[in-house]
């Protein structure tokens, strides 16, 4: 859709240039003129010259020195002689078994990121905004201490009722197996 009302602008500018004779004398022109867009885009044209030659002439100035550096630091790193025949030595004494294991690696790597860890973690976030939801819900919108501590307090509560009743289950089960027999 944009792309359309692109081309339909573009092609609107084209055809309001053409039958004006140039764009200083078309319609376009005298409504960014009149809106002030000419001015500021002016401006921000000659911003961009100051402040391209600045970073031009900074980058004349300071490249070659840079350069060097790099070229003293990492020069014996990439020594031309060298970095292939190490290349070439791991390449030949390393066992295709290897390579074989690293690619099953990644493979299996890959596969667990997209098919488990991926979908937990959007499990994960799903569920933690809803509980976020049910806990504002709680609180009439609003999470406080106040309303946190009552939810603890009613969670030890339940937990406390629960564990009381599975006492006396457990009790009343072993109750009736030792009278049984």
């Not at 009302?5 to 319609?27: P, W």
């Not at 070439?88 to 667990?112: G, H, M």
């Not at 098919?115 to 999470?143: D, H, Y």
């Amino acid at each position: 859709m944009f792309m359309v009302l692109l081309v339909f602008a573009a092609g609107f500018i084209a055809h309001d240039i053409r039958s004006h004779g140039s764009f200083a004398e078309s319609t376009t022109a005298l409504h960014l003129r009149n809106s002030g867009v000419t001015a500021v885009s002016q401006q921000a044209l000659s911003k961009i010259k100051v402040y391209s030659s600045q970073g031009f002439s900074w980058l004349e100035t300071n490249t070659p020195h840079y350069y060097s550096e790099c070229a003293r630091v990492l020069g014996p790193l990439m020594d031309q002689e060298k970095t292939p025949q190490a290349i070439d030595w791991v390449i030949t004494n390393t066992p295709d078994s290897v390579f074989t294991a690293l690619a099953y690696l990644k493979e299996l790597l890959l596969s667990l990121h997209q098919k488990c860890i991926l979908p937990a973690l959007a499990f994960i976030s799903e569920l933690l905004q809803r509980a976020w939801t049910k806990l504002q819900e709680s609180c009439n919108g609003e999470v406080s201490v106040s309303c946190l501590q009552g939810h603890a307090l009613s969670f030890t509560n339940s937990t406390w009722q629960l564990l009381q009743h599975t006492t006396s289950a457990i009790k009343a089960w072993a109750h009736e197996l030792l009278t049984r027999a």
